[in-house]
C-alpha cells in the first residue's frame, strides 16, 4: 500500500485562473480531508469528505471547492487564484467506519502550489 | 474560538539532554489532543494522542486542562528526534484537525 498519493507534485499557475489537486487515500480509508500550508505555518483545515459529500468546512470562500468519487478518491478545485493561494496542498484520509479510530489520520506528501 | 499555539519556532538541545516542546490551546469543550511530526523529506505522521496515553520513540505528552496545555516530553533526546513538530486539536464531535505553528527540533550531536 502506498498510502496516501497526491498528484501533482508541484504546480505553477497564474493568478486568475483555476487548478485542480487530486488525492487518492490509503487503502480501506473512505474519508479525506484537504488542508493548506502556508510557508511557516501549520496546517489549515479546508474541508472534509465522506460518502461524496463536504462533511465539514473550514474558514475558506467558495473559490474552494471538492469532490469525492466512489472509489473514495476525492480532487481540490480552487477558482480564481490568488497571489495568497500559494502553497502546499495537503490530503490526508481516515475511515469513519464504527470498529476503527476517526482521528487516526494518514498525511500525503502534499502538492506545491505556486501561483504567480 | 479553537487554537493552538506553540511558542517555540526553533528549539536546540544537545544529545541526551531533555527536551520539552510547549503548546496551549483554546477550546470550550473537551478536544483531542495529538502531537505531530514531520522528519526531513517526510510526510506529516501522527505521534501521539493524549487519550492513549501512550510513549512514542521515548516522548510522553501529558493534557492539563486546568493549564490548557499539552506539552511534549522526552527525558533524552537523540539525534534522530531532529524534525518539525506539530501539536494539533480536534474539537469534540469533529475529526477536523487545528494545528499550532510548529516548533523545528535540532538536537545537536
Known amino acids: 500500500d502506498a498510502g496516501v498519493t497526491q498528484s501533482p507534485t508541484h504546480l505553477i499557475k497564474t493568478r486568475g485562473q483555476q487548478v485542480t489537486l487530486r488525492c487518492s487515500p490509503k487503502?480501506?480509508?473512505?474519508?479525506v480531508s484537504w488542508y493548506q500550508q502556508a510557508l511557516g505555518q501549520g496546517p489549515q483545515f479546508i474541508f472534509q469528505?465522506?460518502?461524496?459529500?463536504?462533511?465539514q468546512r473550514g474558514n475558506f470562500p467558495d473559490r474552494f471547492s471538492g469532490h469525492q468519487f466512489p472509489n473514495y478518491s476525492s480532487e481540490l478545485n480552487v477558482n480564481a487564484l490568488l497571489l495568497g493561494d500559494s502553497a502546499l496542498y495537503l490530503c490526508?484520509?481516515?475511515?469513519?467506519?464504527?470498529?476503527?479510530?476517526?482521528?487516526?489520520?494518514?498525511f500525503g506528501p502534499g502538492t506545491r502550489l505556486t501561483v504567480t | 474560538a479553537q487554537r493552538v499555539t506553540q511558542p517555540e519556532k526553533l528549539l536546540s538541545v544537545f544529545k541526551g539532554a531533555p527536551v520539552e516542546l510547549k503548546c496551549n490551546y483554546s477550546?470550550?469543550?473537551?478536544?483531542?489532543l495529538f502531537w505531530y511530526v514531520q522528519y526531513s523529506r517526510q510526510r506529516l505522521q501522527l505521534l501521539l494522542r493524549h487519550i492513549s496515553r501512550e510513549s512514542i520513540k521515548g516522548f510522553t505528552a501529558d493534557l492539563n486542562k486546568g493549564e490548557t496545555s499539552f506539552h511534549l516530553k522526552k527525558p533524552f533526546a537523540q539525534e534522530e528526534d531532529s524534525a518539525m513538530y506539530y501539536c494539533a486539536l480536534s474539537p469534540g464531535g469533529s475529526e477536523k484537525l487545528v494545528f499550532g505553528k510548529g516548533t523545528k527540533l535540532t538536537v545537536n550531536p
Open positions: 477550546y470550550s469543550g473537551s478536544p483531542e
Open positions: 487503502s480501506g480509508h473512505d474519508t
Open positions: 490526508a484520509s481516515s475511515t469513519l467506519r464504527m470498529d476503527t479510530d476517526p482521528y487516526e489520520q494518514y
Open positions: 469528505y465522506y460518502e461524496e459529500e463536504e462533511r
